[in-house]
């Protein structure tokens, strides 16, 4: 499974971003696809996934109403909409695949990380 995102960028506090990830290989339909973030000087976290049919998504909890992840099946994409953007939520975010017991746990594919930086 290859994973490419894009997306990243500079945006002020309470904006908008919207980060893409398309993926490809042969199991790509059928697993599992979301994000994690690192913040400078921290873990990795898990951020959000999605189903490989798009019908279940996964969040951690303080999260959930900020940010949609979402999934267009013909393309392969999973996308994360972030809205009411923070400070604290600057950190270099990875696309991520796997199946359903290791996606928000511990991924075994990765894409390269784009970088959000929200500034004050």
């Known amino acids: 499974v290859q994973l490419q995102a894009s997306g990243g960028g500079l945006v002020q506090a309470g904006g908008s971003l919207r980060l893409s990830c398309t993926g490809s290989?042969?199991?790509?339909?059928?697993?599992?696809m979301g994000w994690f973030r690192q913040a400078p000087g921290k873990e990795r976290e898990f951020v959000a996934a999605i189903s490989g049919r798009g019908d279940n998504t996964y969040y951690p909890g303080f999260k959930k109403d900020r940010f949609t992840v979402s999934r267009d099946t013909s393309t392969n994409a999973v996308y994360l909409q972030m809205d009411s953007l923070k400070p604290e939520d600057t950190a270099v975010y990875y696309c991520?695949?796997?199946?359903?017991?290791?996606?928000?746990?511990?991924?075994?594919?990765w894409g390269q990380g784009t970088l959000v930086t929200v500034s004050s």
């Open positions: 991520v695949a796997d199946q359903a017991d290791r996606i928000t746990r511990g991924p075994r594919n």
């Open positions: 290989g042969r199991a790509i339909k059928i697993i599992h």
